[in-house]
């Protein structure tokens, strides 16, 4: 079993910037690989960024592509997601997950709002 906590964020101005992260516990050790997804009303949820359990980034979505940074910190089981140039359209809620095997584990979500 794994538990994943998140925090960071908020409400904040088109152009800012925000940092989430998402402590994991539990059965860390069998965790493949971590991301962060995000859903907007009424959209599907969707793949924001993901990072190997080495830390190396594997995939961002082309809409945040060189504003959004995921990194990890293994020694504080974490991984954070600085998000810079905030626009309206990031506004959803994110949410954190890891991959164990062939089973997903969830985070309970963090609401991000860019005012314009």
């Known amino acids: 079993q794994v538990q994943l906590v998140e925090s960071g964020g908020g409400l904040v101005q088109a152009g800012g910037s925000l940092r989430l992260s998402c402590a994991a516990s539990g059965s860390i050790f069998s965790i493949r690989a971590m991301g962060w997804y995000r859903q907007a009303p009424g959209k599907q949820r969707e793949l924001v960024a993901a990072i190997t359990s080495g830390g190396t980034p594997i995939n961002y979505a082309g809409s945040v592509k060189g504003r959004f940074t995921i990194s990890r910190a293994n020694a504080k089981n974490t991984v954070y997601l600085q998000m810079n140039s905030l626009k309206p359209e990031d506004t959803a809620v994110y949410y954190c997950?890891?991959?164990?095997?062939?089973?997903?584990?969830w985070g309970q979500g963090t609401q991000v709002t860019v005012s314009s």
């Open positions: 997950n890891a991959q164990v095997g062939v089973f997903d584990y």
